[in-house]
């Protein structure tokens, strides 16, 4: 089956710990992005890949990073320096630019603990 | 910097009942609008896809429209059945930025009861 695989569901960090959220993709798209999603605001852009090996920032980069090393992997890791980092994050691709559709994996649940 | 509106942002109805659920964007300029589902703690399920140049899509029971010179979009849901009871989410693809972003609104919760 195509479609985007986000691991783990569920994720726990301590303080002061950086996490990295999976997210694979099998449907050949170029495009690859992170959303943040909480309660009553909304979805957040991250970050974005529109082809290998290179990434940009969205709306609310501060205290995540990237790669995109491989066309079906865009690692998502949530760093130290995110104050509020409790959250579900979704992954999304879409075959690229233009009037293209986009799909989205499961999601990662990151609960601060 | 496009901004994308839903109302109602809640729904509650009986089964059967024919509803509809609005989406209204502030930039006219977009590739295409995409409404999705959510059931609570999952990702998001992609329904109907309008290119900025159609009108409409349909698929089963679900129908959207999009009126992109007003900036407005509307889902259609007929025969409302328990099983459609999730948030219902809006999303535009604006053409005016090199990689195409996609802006959310904040949803449609919609409950139909038995």
């Known amino acids: 089956d195509g479609g985007i695989t986000q691991s783990p569901k569920y994720l726990f960090r301590k303080e002061g710990q950086n996490v990295t959220l999976s997210c694979e993709q099998n449907?050949?798209?170029?495009?690859m992005y992170w959303y943040r999603q909480d309660p009553g605001q909304g979805l957040r852009l991250i970050y974005y890949?529109?082809?290998?090996?290179?990434?940009q920032k969205g709306d609310i980069a501060e205290g995540y990073s990237v790669s995109r090393e491989k066309k079906e992997s865009f690692p998502l890791t949530v760093t130290s320096a995110q104050k509020n980092p409790t959250a579900f994050y979704l992954c999304a691709s879409s075959p690229g630019q233009g009037p293209t559709e986009a799909f989205f994996g499961q999601g990662t649940r990151l609960t601060v603990v | 910097k496009q901004e994308v509106t839903q109302i109602p942002a809640a729904l509650s109805v009986p089964e059967g009942e024919n509803l509809v659920l609005n989406c209204s964007f502030t930039?006219?300029?977009?590739?295409?609008l995409q409404w999705f589902r959510q059931d609570p703690g999952k990702g998001l399920t992609s329904l109907l896809l309008i290119q900025s140049s159609q009108r409409e899509q349909t698929s089963g029971r679900l129908n959207a429209s999009l009126d992109k010179s007003s900036g407005r979009s509307t889902l259609y849901i007929a025969a409302s059945q328990p099983g459609d009871s999730a948030t219902y989410l809006c999303?535009?693809?604006?053409?005016?930025?090199?990689?195409?972003?996609?802006?959310f609104g904040q949803g449609t919760i919609l409950t139909v009861h038995p």
């Open positions: 449907l050949n798209h170029d495009a």
């Open positions: 999303a535009v693809k604006s053409s005016g930025t090199s990689y195409g972003k996609l802006t």
């Open positions: 890949s529109q082809i290998v090996n290179d990434f």
């Open positions: 930039d006219s300029a977009i590739y295409n």
